[in-house]
């Protein structure tokens, strides 16, 4: 599917009317107010000590989200180039691609002060996996600019998510409040792109029903392809930070609803056959989810018991 002719060129008062919303309401921070600096100290290379774990006051499941939430905000440039390539670099399209990205490069620099500063991680583990990824860098495919949009529509809000119930795992009301700062971008992002999806769906209903259904159903973070990705993901899933009952309930169901999208009157065969496609495949996911949280609910009931010095198998019995 390619983005119907002339779109975007249609889309250009309403991305210019959302910039300026967004200017209008967006808050001037500074990462660096968010840093414990006071916690900070010299390591090795300049005479002082080396990072060690117990230097670390973060659980391992702290760790692994605030790593992998880090790693994902580094791939900045990969993302610029993915966006600037499909919406361009002139007018209000390419004012927004440039406040963007200087507004996601802050993400990167706080968490990365404060991970250095507190010695929340191995930043030689740290460093070392930046250059890998960033090497790798990210690769949307042939997503349309339609595809693209819708896409970062879901993503920035799933971030949002990511980033504050990280922070609420990490037990340091610094991080707390670093992330909580962080997730209101995020979600001032997911507005904005939300927002041109709704009136892309009023312009070209048939081929935005498409690309919302797709982009649903393939959905994957940017981050899925860094190494260790897999094994994160998990521990993250497990802790409630993301899981596939928030993916449902908390990212993909409220945009759906902004956007009217099991309730519109207007859409022709194509339209209709995609809605159809993400019914059948929401109520998949719906199902997977619910499935997901009753396991682990029964998984920590057992390490409870186990805690406490039961058998688990035996009060099953």
Partial sequence: MSTPEHLLEALEPVVAENLDRHL?????????????????????FLGGEDWAPEQSQLSETAKAAMFTNLLTEDNLPSYHREIATRFGRDGAWGTWVGRWTAEENRHGIAMRDYLVVTRGVDPVELERARMDYMTSGYDSGDKTALEAVTYVSFQELATRVSHRNTGKVTGDPIADRMLARISKDENLHMVFY?????????????????AIAKEVIGFEMPGA??????????????????????????VIM?????????????????????????????EALDSQATKFVDRRAENRARAALREDGVNPDIVAS
């Avoid at 968010?34 to 390591?43: A, L, N, T, V």
């Avoid at 041109?196 to 498409?210: K, N, Y």
């Avoid at 409630?240 to 908390?250: K, Q």
Wanted: aromatic fraction near 10%; glycine fraction near 6%; avoid cysteine.
């Fill in 254 to 282: 409220p945009v759906l609803r902004h956007w009217d999208v099991f309730d519109r009157t207007d859409l022709g065969p194509e339209g209709e056959q995609a809605r159809t496609e993400l019914a059948t495949f929401l």
């Fill in 24 to 44: 209008a309401i967006a808050q001037e921070w500074h990462p660096h107010d968010y840093i414990p600096w006071s916690q900070g100290r010299d390591f090795a």
């Fill in 225 to 250: 392809t860094m190494a260790g990705f897999r094994r994160s993901s998990m521990m993250i899933a497990k802790a409630g930070i993301y899981d596939l009952r928030l993916h449902h309930d908390d």
């Fill in 194 to 210: 939300r927002n041109i999806v709704a009136a892309a769906l009023e312009i070209a209903p048939d081929a935005t029903m498409q």
